[in-house]
């Protein structure tokens, strides 16, 4: 297992630093300006993204493009440091083709669609000529058990009829979104995995309705903004079914895996940019006659993000090892540590960023509080804390000597002594 980047991923991780610090970091104003301050798509995005793909940093996050489809075709660890860079700005993956969640829904086409799926749908995804949303989660069930959805689909000859009621649909709000990929219930006497199916449906399509953007702590998702969607007798051609009838539970885990791994590594880039804002911030005030960088506590903060930081990184790039390799099957388990582990670290330097800056770190001058709201919902996005640590619960190996025999013990049958407890 070696982590030490290829001449090829060093090359493109100079180039992507270079072309971030040079083009992309610097617009951020305007891009905070536009997009945040006055309600609008930048101007100057189209332009940006032509120049990136002109330089050959585009679909940088896709391992599996065929020979016709534009990008790298880089592996997840080549992707890896990249996406740290692009992770640093909300905006970042964009410029380049790399944001959630049209990359994991690219992923799951390749893996799934049909090729007229894959002309009309999967060909202006790759293009950045169109937006996409992934609708799985629903405001009246519990969704982290995904086999609780309720969407209703029902098919009849040629077509299929979708009723239902979708929210948290990163993507789906954004004007530039021309179709969702719904996940619904299509066999509901089947076993309870095999009960759902996985569909297209066209924005316009009648009966459909974002009905609102929906915010996590007042936080908006400006890049993807997250839908509430209406689905009222919605019907579409039995031909956008995506993989087989009753495989959407299994299909839907195609996504899942880069969806996760992506957003821990644009994790692990906020949390390095949290740094150095915090020891730029902590360098140029005083307190009580001090700089504050001086006082014992800043630097101990530094100190344990530096360590969780790197950590993670490693936790991460194993992960992404892992996905590379033929028995990429086997990931799951290290892919759910991540989940669980890297936005928790990152939260955690956030908190203290916002401890930093003080009233300044919660404004949208800064993306302090952007990368506490974020962390904060990739806790509960793609699966909870809970029901990834139940799983690895699930999995972990059980001893089979009962612990009145455990050879640790240095009193024999410990356990099936009477401890008397003075009163």
Known sequence: MDFEPTSRAKAFHDKLFDFFNQEVLPLHRDWVRQVMRERREPDFLSALQAKARAEGLWNLALPDLTDDQPGTGLTNLEFAPLAEIMGRLPWGSQVFNCQAPDVPNMAMLQALATPDQKTQWLDP???????????????????????????????????????????????????????????????????????????????????????????YLGWEDHVAPIAQIELDNVVVPAQNLVGERGRGFKGAQVRLGPARIHHAMRCI?????????????????????????????????????????????????RCAWLLDQEAARDSWRPVSMIKISVPNMLQKIADRALQIFGAMGGLDDLPIHHAFAYARWFRIGDGPDEVHLRQIFRSEPQPEWALKDSPYLSVPNLGEQKLRVAE
């Open 125 to 215: 995804l790759l293009n950045a000529a169109t937006r996409s949303a992934f609708a799985m989660t629903e405001p009246d069930v519990a969704s982290s058990d995904a086999s609780n959805i309720a969407t209703k689909m029902a098919f009849e000859g040629d077509k299929v009829r979708i009723n239902g009621r979708k929210w948290f649909a990163t993507g789906g709000a954004h004007p530039d979104c021309s179709f969702l990929i719904v996940m619904g219930v299509s066999d509901p006497d089947a076993a309870r995995t095999e009960r759902q199916s996985m569909v297209i449906v066209p924005t316009t399509a009648p009966g459909v309705t974002i009905s609102r953007t929906l915010n």
């Open 269 to 317: 880039g906020m949390a390095e940019m949290l740094v150095e804002l915090m020891i730029v911030r902590a360098r140029e005030r005083t307190a009580f006659g001090r700089s504050v960088i001086d006082y014992d506590t800043i630097q101990r903060w530094i100190g344990e993000a530096r360590v969780e930081i790197d950590m993670n990184r490693l936790a991460v790039q």
